[in-house]
């Protein structure tokens, strides 16, 4: 986790839209404001907070670091297999978002991976 937290800068928001009441938007723009890229990855491929949006993990033209997963359980697990696909270095699943076997495959692959927590709850717990 403080790999991610510490030395991971692209982090690819699953389910991120230009709603700010969303918890999604929130934890993007904390994101930024500690200084990471963020990538909002939504069928609508918004641009959110200045970031162009993308249609899916895929699509991305660079590199994504994290894959930050804002979807519920029985749909997430496709996310983090699409984040071993593409390469990511790491994925996050949300507070509230967890898959078992999306876990052992995706850490069978050598990707590092956290469930159910959110950055803003571990940045807070560090100081």
Known sequence: MNLMLDELETWAVVGLSGNPSRTAYSIAALLQQQGKRIVPIHPDAPTVLGEQGYASLADVPFPIDVV???????????????????GAKAVWFQLGVIDEAAFERTTAAGVPMVMDTCPAIEWRRRT
Request: a negative charge; zero cysteines.
């Open 68 to 86: 930050d997963v804002f979807r519920r359980s029985e749909s997430a697990g496709q996310f983090a297999d699409e984040a071993v696909a593409v």
